[in-house]
């Protein structure tokens, strides 16, 4: 008779400390990649700041961006699925300066 305590060969016990479980809010990611790491920083951008704070930076093989990529979507899927679609948000007076990016307020407007 088997024992329903004890682990499962591939099963991963997996730990989240108290000071980790708080996350960090993000509102910008801002990716780059070398030839073996992608690094993917995790940003807070407030309005009218000049400055942003990088919350946290995570730093991954390509295979395993790859395999994120794919979780993500999934999740996006079962969530809309769940909750109805996600709408991507854009600003109504978005000037040809931005090109589709986030918007600047420190650029062409006045105070």
């Known amino acids: 008779m088997a024992n ?3 682990p499962k ?8 400390p ?3 479980a708080a996350g960090h809010y993000s ?5 780059a990649h070398s030839g073996n790491e992608f690094y993917i920083d ?7 700041m000049p400055q942003a ?6 730093i991954m093989t390509p295979e395993n961006v790859k395999n994120l990529l794919f979780a993500l979507s999934d999740n996006v899927k079962k969530y809309e699925q769940t909750f109805g679609e996600i709408e991507r948000k854009t600003p109504r007076n978005q000037g040809p300066a931005n090109q589709g990016g986030i ?7 006045k105070a």
């Not at 918007?103 to 407007?109: E, K, S, Y």
């Open 18 to 20: 108290n000071e980790v």
């Open 103 to 109: 918007p600047n307020p420190f650029i062409g407007g």
């Open 27 to 31: 509102n910008l990611a801002v990716i």
């Open 42 to 48: 995790f940003i807070a951008v407030a309005p009218n």
């Open 53 to 58: 704070k990088v919350q946290s930076r995570i």
């Open 4 to 6: 329903n305590n004890t």
């Open 9 to 16: 060969q591939n099963e991963l016990k997996i730990e989240l």
